[in-house]
Each structure stands twice: as structure tokens, then as C-alpha cells.
């Protein structure tokens, strides 16, 4: 436990530093400390995202193998799966990948890390823009970050338009409700990730829609 505490404080050091270089404001700190972070797993995250995707496409070009698999042992559930874990491994496709369980893995300590240090640095009082304590709840800040939250799962490739309203409207409400009821601060550190977040899908789409093309 000490070497968490260890990591936290370090990470709560280095927002002060930012905080005093930029004239207090804690509020600055947390969007760039924050934004920096993601900036820093962007590599791995998108690395990550376009080999999820690249298992899609392959899966997509496989479904007609996988139908008639289907087909032809019907009254055999065994040999289907025998077949279809034959057919995976022939075209390379794990379905529990294991390098994004590492990646997932890499990415958890930063960000709670992240969002221990945001929560224990703040102070009430402590203003940013229109935000008068970054130590409560800011309802108009939390609507924000759940509208990039919205806006980052439109940019999601080939959501299928059935499932496009929950995809988009789930992630965004509880996005808000769960903001809502914390620091502005930690709402702070979620709208700079988010804006990150935006730019990944944006990058993830036109891969997806480069790998349509080929």
C-alpha cells in the first residue's frame, strides 16, 4: 500500500508544480496533467483499438464460413465450436486477446492514480471559469463531458443503427450522473481524457474506413 501512496503523492507533487507555474490554478493543472497522460497511452490505446478493429473486419469476411458451419452440424453444438475454434485459428483471430489485457492493464494504475491525486489535491474554494469550488459537483461540467462522451461514440466505426441511440445515449447518461455527484475537478480530468478520447476515434474510424476500401 505504501508504494500506491508513494505513486499518488507523486502524481499529486507534480499537479502542485503545474498549479504554481501557472498561478494557482489548480483547475489548469488537472486539464493538462490530464491530457498529457492520455496523450502518453494514445499510442498503445489506438494500437490496441485498431487490432480490435482488424478482428471485426476479419470476423465480418468469416461469417459465411461460420453460417455454413452452422449449417452443417446444426444437431452438433460440440463440432461447431470444434470447427469454429478451428476456422479462428486458421486466420489467426483470438477472441481474448491478450495483448489488450496487458494494454488494460498498463492503463488502469495511471488513471486511478490520476483520479486519487485530482481527489485529494483539491481544496474548496479552489475557482476554475465559471466553476466556483473545484471541490463540488458541477452539473454544467458534467453535461459537457457527456456530450464529448456522446460525440466520441458516433465517431464509432460500423455501430449498427439499431443499436446507435443506446450506444451513444447510455454511455453519456451515466457519464453525467456519475459526474454529477463528484468534484468538478475529477469532471475536469474526465473532459480532458474525453477530448483525447475524441481524437482516437476519429483516428479508429478513417482506419476503418481505410480497411473497407482495401
Request: glycine share 6%.
Amino acid at each position: 500500500m505504501s508504494l500506491w501512496t508513494d505513486y499518488v503523492d507523486f502524481i499529486q507533487a507534480a499537479l502542485f508544480c503545474l498549479s504554481a507555474a501557472f498561478g494557482g490554478n489548480m483547475g489548469l493543472a488537472i486539464a493538462i496533467l490530464s491530457s498529457l497522460a492520455r496523450l502518453a497511452l494514445l499510442p498503445l490505446t489506438l494500437r490496441l483499438a485498431y487490432r480490435a478493429l482488424e478482428m471485426q473486419q476479419a470476423l465480418k469476411r468469416l461469417e459465411p464460413s461460420l453460417l455454413e458451419i452452422r449449417r452443417k452440424h446444426k444437431n452438433d453444438p460440440r463440432r461447431v465450436l470444434e470447427e469454429t475454434a478451428k476456422l479462428y485459428r486458421q486466420h489467426d483471430i483470438e477472441l481474448v486477446d491478450g495483448r489488450g489485457l496487458l494494454g488494460a492493464a498498463v492503463q488502469a494504475p495511471i488513471f486511478l492514480g490520476l483520479f486519487a491525486a485530482i481527489r485529494r489535491g483539491l481544496s474548496g474554494g479552489t475557482r476554475f471559469l465559471w466553476i466556483k469550488d473545484l471541490a463540488m459537483p458541477d452539473a454544467a461540467l458534467a453535461l459537457a463531458c457527456a456530450i464529448v462522451t456522446a460525440f466520441s461514440a458516433v465517431l464509432g466505426p460500423d455501430v449498427p443503427a439499431s443499436q446507435r441511440i443506446a450506444t451513444v445515449a447510455v454511455p453519456a447518461v451515466l457519464t453525467f450522473v456519475f459526474l454529477s455527484r463528484v468534484a468538478a475537478g475529477v469532471s475536469i480530468y474526465a473532459l480532458a481524457s474525453g477530448l483525447v478520447g475524441v481524437l482516437q476515434s476519429i483516428l479508429v474510424r478513417r482506419r476503418a474506413a481505410a480497411l473497407a476500401r482495401a
